[in-house]
């Protein structure tokens, strides 16, 4: 399960969930880019605990939905690393409210980021995977496929982000390109903070959850890893959840 001196871009890896995925990935020998879009301290402290685990961590600020941005992100990357062969679509954002108070503004800033930047970032990663393959992530959320209150533009934008990755998945498969989704329950982060509804989410979640617990950023960062081990060479175009159980009750 050897990942020594692989390089991996982790977008949104400054804190929560993509800084565990980091974290996993430089336990298991990868150097790690660590992209964020504002607030450099995370990312600076994220970047100091990977270094004990004796790989580069390079902090990269930039929108990944903005394809100006994406541009600089990976110019560094070429920079820094010269190479890519994991790809990690975590960064995400969008506005939460009911579904007719959503504006055209609103729509597209959640779609652009939650589902578009996957598009960017897989086009910029190609040619610097090569011929030697690659394996392309995206984090997605149970909202692909429920409805949740004030959550459809990111439900529609994770949606969207499903089919994009088992589109993907069958043009890259011959590239020996894996493109897999992990859809995660939920993970006490700041990103719950945004939620009107937050404690109810949580108390909810921790009830009917059959395996007992919430998710952790950990338990998703573990899936992460084992989808770019050789273990999963044959998995394409998946969506994994991991949710201890909770999407499937009734
Ligand atoms: N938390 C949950 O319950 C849950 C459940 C299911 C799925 N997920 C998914 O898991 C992923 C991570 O969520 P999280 O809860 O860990 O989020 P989080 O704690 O809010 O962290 C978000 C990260 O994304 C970065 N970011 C936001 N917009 C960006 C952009 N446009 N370009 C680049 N970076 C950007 C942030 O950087 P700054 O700090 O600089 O802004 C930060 O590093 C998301 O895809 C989310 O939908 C979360």
Redesign the pocket.
Known sequence: MNLTDKCALI?????????AIAMKLASEGVHVAI??????T??LETAQAIEQFGVRAVPI??????RGQLECIFEKIRAEFGRLDIVVS?????VLKPAVELTERHWHWTMD??AG?LLGLIQHAMPLMGDRGGRVIA????GAVRAIPDYAA?GAS?AALESLVRHLAVELAPRGINVNAV??????????KHFPRREEILDNSRRRTPAGRL?T?ED?ANVVYFLCTPLADMIHGQTLVVDGGYSIVA
């Open positions: 977008t949104g890896a400054s804190r929560g969930i993509g800084r992209n964020y879009l504002r607030s450099q995370p990312a600020k930039g929108n990944v939905a903005d975590n960064a995400a954002s969008g980021i939650n930047a984090v997605s959320s149970l990111v994770k859809s995660a329950g939920v993970v006490e982060t700041d990103a719950l998710t950023p998703v």
